[in-house]
Protein backbone atom coordinates (compact mmCIF):
# COMPACT_ATOMS: atom_id res chain seq x y z
CA UNK A 1 0.00 0.00 0.00
CA UNK A 2 1.33 3.62 -0.79
CA UNK A 3 0.13 6.63 1.45
CA UNK A 4 0.40 10.12 0.90
CA UNK A 5 -0.07 12.47 3.46
CA UNK A 6 -0.86 16.26 2.28
CA UNK A 7 -1.70 19.33 3.40
CA UNK A 8 0.48 20.63 6.42
CA UNK A 9 2.13 23.89 6.67
CA UNK A 10 2.84 26.90 8.98
CA UNK A 11 -0.34 28.38 10.92
CA UNK A 12 -0.86 30.43 14.32
CA UNK A 13 -1.84 29.14 17.42
CA UNK A 14 -5.77 28.84 17.26
CA UNK A 15 -6.06 27.99 13.35
CA UNK A 16 -7.05 25.23 11.60
CA UNK A 17 -5.73 22.95 8.68
CA UNK A 18 -7.13 19.42 6.97
CA UNK A 19 -4.95 16.87 6.00
CA UNK A 20 -5.89 14.41 3.53
CA UNK A 21 -3.99 10.45 3.52
CA UNK A 22 -4.81 8.98 -0.41
CA UNK A 23 -4.10 5.59 -0.61
CA UNK A 24 -3.29 3.14 -3.43
CA UNK A 25 -2.69 0.03 -3.61
CA UNK A 26 -5.49 -1.27 -0.55
CA UNK A 27 -8.57 -0.07 0.49
CA UNK A 28 -8.65 2.57 3.25
CA UNK A 29 -12.39 0.91 4.53
CA UNK A 30 -11.05 -2.47 4.49
CA UNK A 31 -8.37 -1.90 7.08
CA UNK A 32 -8.33 0.01 10.63
CA UNK A 33 -6.33 3.37 9.94
CA UNK A 34 -4.79 5.45 11.71
CA UNK A 35 -3.34 9.14 11.85
CA UNK A 36 -0.20 9.43 13.34
CA UNK A 37 1.98 12.16 14.84
CA UNK A 38 5.63 12.55 15.71
CA UNK A 39 6.95 15.58 17.28
CA UNK A 40 10.59 17.11 18.03
CA UNK A 41 12.44 14.31 19.61
CA UNK A 42 9.24 12.45 20.72
CA UNK A 43 7.94 9.08 19.40
CA UNK A 44 5.36 8.20 16.73
CA UNK A 45 2.18 8.02 18.12
CA UNK A 46 -1.22 7.26 17.00
CA UNK A 47 -3.87 10.36 18.11
CA UNK A 48 -6.94 9.46 15.72
CA UNK A 49 -7.84 6.28 14.18
CA UNK A 50 -10.83 4.35 12.98
CA UNK A 51 -9.95 0.74 14.45
CA UNK A 52 -11.72 -2.63 14.27
CA UNK A 53 -13.94 -1.42 10.77
CA UNK A 54 -16.36 0.86 12.76
CA UNK A 55 -17.53 3.78 11.18
CA UNK A 56 -16.75 6.09 13.95
CA UNK A 57 -13.10 7.41 14.94
CA UNK A 58 -11.24 7.53 18.00
CA UNK A 59 -8.73 9.82 19.12
CA UNK A 60 -6.66 10.32 21.91
CA UNK A 61 -6.86 12.79 24.69
CA UNK A 62 -4.28 15.01 23.11
CA UNK A 63 -6.64 15.98 20.44
CA UNK A 64 -10.34 15.10 21.62
CA UNK A 65 -12.51 17.55 20.75
CA UNK A 66 -10.36 19.55 18.45
CA UNK A 67 -9.44 16.69 16.02
CA UNK A 68 -11.71 15.12 13.62
CA UNK A 69 -10.81 12.38 10.99
CA UNK A 70 -13.26 11.16 8.66
CA UNK A 71 -12.86 8.98 5.65
CA UNK A 72 -14.64 9.66 1.84
CA UNK A 73 -14.83 5.63 0.54
CA UNK A 74 -15.63 6.57 -2.82
CA UNK A 75 -12.34 8.42 -3.45
CA UNK A 76 -10.13 6.01 -1.18
CA UNK A 77 -8.58 9.19 1.18
CA UNK A 78 -9.25 9.93 5.06
CA UNK A 79 -8.62 13.09 6.26
CA UNK A 80 -7.72 15.25 9.42
CA UNK A 81 -9.83 17.96 10.58
CA UNK A 82 -7.38 19.89 12.89
CA UNK A 83 -9.24 22.64 14.81
CA UNK A 84 -7.96 25.31 17.58
CA UNK A 85 -4.50 23.96 17.02
CA UNK A 86 -1.79 24.56 19.37
CA UNK A 87 2.06 24.80 19.37
CA UNK A 88 2.51 21.61 20.95
CA UNK A 89 0.52 19.93 17.69
CA UNK A 90 3.31 21.05 15.95
CA UNK A 91 4.58 17.72 14.30
CA UNK A 92 5.30 15.17 10.86
CA UNK A 93 1.51 13.71 10.53
CA UNK A 94 1.48 10.24 8.68
CA UNK A 95 -1.35 7.96 8.12
CA UNK A 96 -0.98 4.24 8.41
CA UNK A 97 -2.61 0.86 9.21
CA UNK A 98 -3.41 0.16 12.75
CA UNK A 99 -1.79 -1.56 14.29
CA UNK A 100 1.17 0.52 12.55
CA UNK A 101 3.87 -1.55 10.26
CA UNK A 102 7.31 -1.50 11.42
CA UNK A 103 9.06 2.55 11.69
CA UNK A 104 11.13 1.17 8.86
CA UNK A 105 8.17 0.54 6.68
CA UNK A 106 8.52 2.45 3.30
CA UNK A 107 4.53 2.84 3.74
CA UNK A 108 5.29 6.06 6.08
CA UNK A 109 6.58 7.80 3.83
CA UNK A 110 7.37 11.39 4.24
CA UNK A 111 4.39 12.45 6.31
CA UNK A 112 3.31 16.31 6.39
CA UNK A 113 4.87 18.85 8.34
CA UNK A 114 2.35 20.73 11.10
CA UNK A 115 3.94 24.13 12.42
CA UNK A 116 2.28 26.19 15.00
CA UNK A 117 3.46 29.05 15.91
CA UNK A 118 2.56 31.15 19.46
Known amino acids: VQLVVSGGGLVQAGGSLRLSCAAS????????MGWYRQGPGSERVLIAG????????TYSAAVQGRFFASRDNAKNVMYLEMNSLKPEDTAVYYC????????????WGQGTQVTVSS
Open 25 to 32: GSTLTTNS
Open 50 to 57: FIGGGDGA
Open 96 to 107: NTFPPPPMGSAS
